[in-house]
């Protein structure tokens, strides 16, 4: 019996995706997916020691679960420390002659993920562009059974080089805004070459992604942001929360959202949903506590898999020394709070504990000096903080 879909191609290099369209869903289009899930082919599976088990789906993208998975299922795999680039969004530190992992070494660290258990890798830097092997990078992912993903800004990506990029389910570039609006987010003037770069993706038959970080800035322009991405041949928008890692720490305060606009997420993201229909739309970990102060069906939410944050549980990142951390925002050892979640404060008795997980570490720890703290910017702490 299904407990759960968790639908979508490889994750996204920084964030675990939630796909936000089966919110707005009708329940006949709900069970209609239900049964039809019962006779999808499964290219893998894992069985789940409390019983049932966790089953791999290529068409379509998806991951069906029978049971209650007890080991990661995704993982976030830095590839090189190169990129040359300002953004002052980036959560790693990354040098334009940082060094590549190499194949080999990636090859065994697959074989051990797909080990243990896990189903899809996403790659990232740096800019995963300026390592030398992506073909062999992702022909190493299909030999060890593993769907596999990558993160790029776009930046030196030409007609032959997105040709080679066919081994990968998914190819997501950054779009944090066009025009002004990406120049302020990232530093430098390279909307049009992102724009370019998912043009060419999509001419050369990849399943296009983009990736928009929201912050005050680039909310106020996140439709005109989509217009031009899904124009330019994206068919999959990835929201993602602004984090305190990396260069992004310092200006934290002055970037992040306001309450205002994370209360404004849902309504603003279900009309993009219902404005471009054939586009999926995502939100990552981090964002799900924007979404359950609104009531939302938690059911709906466990019934397609939505993970808060999952970090050091569904999710592992790994750095390019081959070290795991809990997720790509928060080094350290794996605990086994990751695990539990929060399990204090307004998120013990909360609704949505066991799918939000209590909001994002990086910001709680960031904010209060308490990976563990619930999330101090969720809607429904904040109501419930002494004014």
Same mark, same amino acid.
């Given at each position: 019996?299904?407990?759960?879909?968790?639908?979508?191609?490889? +994750?996204?290099?920084?964030?675990?995706?939630?796909?936000?369209?089966?919110?707005? %869903?009708?329940?006949? $289009?709900? $069970?209609?997916? %239900?049964?039809?899930?019962?006779?999808?082919?499964? /290219?893998?599976?894992?069985?789940?020691?409390?019983?049932?088990?966790?089953?791999?789906?290529?068409?379509?993208?998806?991951?069906? #679960?029978?049971?209650?998975?007890?080991?990661?299922?995704?993982?976030?795999?830095?590839?090189?420390?190169?990129?040359?680039? +300002?953004?002052?969004?980036?959560?790693?530190?990354?040098?334009?002659?940082?060094?590549?992992?190499?194949?080999?070494? @990636?090859?065994?660290? &697959?074989?051990?993920?797909?080990? /243990?258990? !896990?189903?899809?890798?996403?790659?990232?830097?740096?800019?995963?562009?300026?390592?030398?092997?992506?073909?062999?990078?992702?022909?190493?992912?299909?030999?060890?059974?593993?769907?596999?993903?990558?993160?790029?800004?776009? !930046?030196?990506?030409?007609?032959? /080089?997105?040709?080679?990029?066919?081994?990968?389910?998914?190819?997501?570039?950054?779009?944090?805004?066009?025009?002004?609006? &990406?120049?302020?987010?990232?530093?430098?003037?390279?909307?049009?070459?992102? @724009?370019?770069?998912?043009?060419?993706?999509?001419?050369?038959?990849?399943?296009?992604?983009?990736?928009?970080?929201?912050?005050?800035?680039?909310?106020?322009?996140?439709?005109?942001?989509?217009?031009?991405?899904?124009?330019?041949?994206?068919?999959?928008?990835?929201?993602? /929360?602004?984090?305190?890692?990396?260069?992004?720490?310092?200006?934290?305060?002055?970037?992040?959202?306001?309450?205002?606009?994370?209360?404004?997420? %849902?309504?603003?993201?279900?009309? #993009?949903?219902?404005?471009?229909?054939? !586009?999926?739309?995502?939100?990552?970990?981090?964002?799900?506590?924007?979404?359950?102060?609104?009531?939302?069906?938690?059911?709906?939410?466990?019934? *397609?898999? &939505?993970?808060?944050?999952?970090?050091?549980?569904?999710?592992?990142? !790994?750095?390019?020394?081959?070290?795991?951390?809990?997720?790509? *925002?928060?080094?350290?050892?794996?605990?086994?709070? %990751?695990?539990?979640?929060?399990?204090?404060?307004? =998120?013990?008795? =909360?609704?949505?504990?066991?799918?939000?997980?209590?909001? =994002?570490?990086?910001?709680?720890?960031?904010?209060?000096?308490?990976?563990?703290?619930?999330?101090?910017? =969720?809607?429904?702490?904040?109501?419930?903080?002494?004014?």
């Amino acid at each position: 019996m299904i407990r759960r879909i968790r639908l979508g191609h490889a +994750p996204n290099c920084s964030s675990l995706g939630n796909v936000l369209n089966t919110l707005v %869903w009708t329940q006949v $289009a709900v $069970a209609a997916l %239900w049964v039809a899930a019962e006779a999808w082919p499964a /290219r893998r599976r894992r069985p789940e020691p409390g019983g049932g088990e966790t089953r791999a789906v290529d068409v379509p993208p998806a991951l069906v #679960l029978t049971g209650e998975p007890h080991a990661p299922i995704e993982a976030h795999v830095q590839v090189t420390k190169a990129c040359g680039l +300002p953004c002052p969004s980036c959560h790693i530190e990354p040098t334009a002659d940082g060094a590549h992992v190499p194949i080999a070494a @990636l090859e065994a660290r &697959f074989a051990g993920l797909a080990g /243990r258990g !896990v189903f899809r890798v996403a790659i990232g830097g740096g800019e995963a562009l300026r390592h030398p092997d992506l073909p062999a990078i992702a022909a190493a992912a299909a030999r060890n059974g593993l769907t596999i993903g990558l993160t790029t800004s776009g !930046v030196g990506l030409t007609e032959r /080089r997105a040709a080679e990029l066919g081994g990968f389910s998914q190819v997501n570039v950054s779009l944090d805004g066009v025009g002004a609006t &990406f120049a302020a987010a990232r530093g430098y003037d390279g909307a049009e070459g992102a @724009l370019k770069a998912i043009r060419l993706l999509a001419e050369a038959g990849a399943h296009v992604g983009v990736n928009v970080v929201l912050d005050r800035e680039t909310f106020e322009h996140l439709e005109e942001t989509v217009l031009a991405a899904v124009t330019a041949g994206a068919r999959d928008i990835q929201l993602l /929360r602004l984090k305190p890692a990396g260069r992004a720490t310092a200006a934290y305060l002055d970037r992040r959202l306001t309450a205002a606009q994370g209360w404004a997420l %849902w309504p603003r993201a279900r009309d #993009l949903v219902e404005a471009h229909p054939g !586009v999926t739309f995502r939100v990552d970990c981090s964002l799900v506590p924007f979404l359950a102060a609104h009531g939302l069906d938690p059911e709906r939410m466990r019934a *397609f898999a &939505f993970l808060g944050c999952h970090g050091g549980d569904a999710l592992v990142s !790994v750095d390019p020394a081959g070290a795991e951390h809990p997720c790509s *925002f928060v080094s350290g050892a794996i605990t086994p709070q %990751w695990r539990e979640g929060v399990t204090r404060g307004p =998120c013990a008795g =909360c609704d949505y504990r066991d799918v939000c997980r209590g909001g =994002c570490h990086a910001v709680s720890a960031h904010l209060t000096g308490d990976l563990f703290a619930p999330d101090p910017e =969720c809607p429904m702490v904040l109501a419930a903080s002494p004014a």
